[in-house]
T-cell receptor, first 112, second 114 residues
Framework: GDSVTQMEGPVTLSEEAFLTINCTYT??????LFWYVQYPGEGLQLLLK?????DKGSNKGFEATYRKETTSFHLEKGSVQVSDSAVYFC???????????FGTGTSLTVIP | GAVVSQHPSWVICKSGTSVKIECRSL??????MFWYRQFPKQSLMLMAT?????????EQGVEKDKFLINHASLTLSTLTVTSAHPEDSSFYIC??????????FGDGTRLSIL
């Protein structure tokens, strides 16, 4: 069945460092891919998404490209800030929207 | 194995009935659980934050009288869709906060209202 494998954390970076959180997926068909962010005590917020191969999602300096050939959707940011400290979830959904599959989440802490 | 159990996984019912969805944390206590909804071809939308022993906090635009949330114990939160109509047909998923760890998600409930 469909699944998402996400780089485990926790990840600790210094401010302005480069961030990569790896995410690979297994799916039959052509899913949509998402990155969600969770701040302490809050629910998930959509960070970015891509709905087809080679699409690049971007938001707040974060980017991820839908790579069908490597079945990946890695999250990147060139210069992290303390305010980026949160838990990040990679997710996959089929086109019908009948199911969501989440990675296990990666906790990011950015230190000044 | 699963640490959050969501039940039922799929329900079909007639318009006008009420449907209850359960979300259980299996081996930990969750003071906070979240309920999400996904419309076809869209991302998940946070509906409400469920806090044990207190009223749920609903997101803007979510009808609290329509979507009743009860978090009566540290391991169980329920979402009741009252007087369901076809436009309530959707995929609903819960998650539970576990101290020191990322959220754990249920497998979701596909609700179809005829």
């Amino acid at each position: 069945g469909d699944s998402v494998t996400q780089m485990e954390g926790p990840v600790t970076l210094s401010e302005e460092a480069f961030l990569t959180i790896n995410c690979t997926y297994t799916a039959t068909g052509y899913p949509s891919l998402f990155w969600y962010v969770q701040y302490p005590g809050e629910g998930l917020q959509l960070l970015l998404k891509a709905t087809k191969a080679d699409d690049k999602g971007s938001n707040k300096g974060f980017e991820a490209t839908y790579r069908k050939e490597t079945t990946s959707f890695h999250l990147e940011k060139g210069s992290v800030q303390v305010s980026d400290s949160a838990v990040y979830f990679c997710a996959l959904s089929d086109l019908a929207g009948n199911q969501f599959y989440f990675g296990t989440g990666t906790s990011l802490t950015v230190i000044p | 194995g699963a640490v959050v159990s969501q039940h039922p996984s799929w329900v079909i019912c007639k318009s006008g009935t009420s449907v209850k969805i359960e979300c259980r944390s299996l081996d930990f206590q969750a003071t906070t659980m979240f309920w999400y909804r996904q419309f076809p071809k869209q991302s998940l939308m946070l509906m409400a934050t469920s806090n044990e022993g207190s009223k749920a906090t609903y997101e803007q635009g979510v009808e609290k009288d329509k979507f009743l949330i009860n978090h009566a114990s540290l391991t169980l939160s329920t979402l009741t869709v009252t007087s369901a109509h076809p436009e309530d047909s959707s995929f609903y998923i819960c998650s539970a906060d576990r101290r020191g760890q990322p959220q754990h998600f249920g497998d979701g409930t596909r609700l179809s209202i005829l």
